[in-house]
């Protein structure tokens, strides 16, 4: 009885070992991982490292696109479509680029304005701003920095776990230079 045991236990280690294997070999390739973890590690969407929860856009506060800010202060959602920031502003690396962002549940009831102090680089353009592939408005840039506001829609909220992605697409080969970004809530504002 001993001997025909052995055989058994053998095989069924065995068979849980591979079983193991095949387990972590799935995990490997369907990870269940943050937004924020995915975006920069595995899909290399983001420039910066927001952190875990780092992705809530605070409402009504500007968030700086430069090194010289508190950290509480500094935009950690840019996707990989900029270039290192420099002291008081960063640029793309392309003519275009954006932000991902969530919002809290509460803060969709109504419209939104996103403030921005932006320019182009070399010469005039207009700029046209997506929000999740969908366009929004076309702004018109010009090579000195300016502060513009557009109204958002909130139409495009609509799981509170979703990522947003922010998007300024210049129509000329150039870069965008961008110091700060602001969401409002328009019943804040008016």
Do not use: C
Request: no cysteine; charged share 25%.
């Amino acid at each position: 009885m001993k001997i025909k045991l052995i055989p058994f236990l053998t095989y069924a280690f065995s068979l849980f070992l591979v079983i193991w294997y095949l387990t972590a070999l799935y995990w490997v390739a369907h990870p269940k991982v943050s937004d924020m973890y995915r975006f920069y590690y595995i899909e290399q969407m983001m420039y910066d490292w927001p952190g875990e929860k780092g992705l809530q856009i605070p409402l009504n506060q500007k968030l700086y696109f430069g090194t010289t800010r508190e950290k509480g202060e500094q935009i950690y959602h840019r996707d990989k479509h900029w270039s290192k920031a420099k002291e008081e502003f960063a640029v793309s690396s392309a003519s275009r680029a954006g932000i991902y962002f969530k919002l809290n549940e509460e803060d969709v009831a109504t419209p939104f304005i996103l403030s921005f102090h932006g320019a182009s680089e070399k010469n005039a353009s207009k700029m046209q701003i997506y929000l999740n592939g969908k366009p929004q408005e076309t702004v018109h840039l010009d090579t000195d920095i300016a502060t513009h506001s557009i109204a958002l829609s909130n139409d495009f909220y609509e799981d509170p776990n979703k990522t947003n992605h922010l998007e300024f697409q210049l129509d000329e080969e150039q870069m965008l230079v961008m110091d700060w970004l602001q969401m409002d809530n328009v019943r804040d504002v008016e």
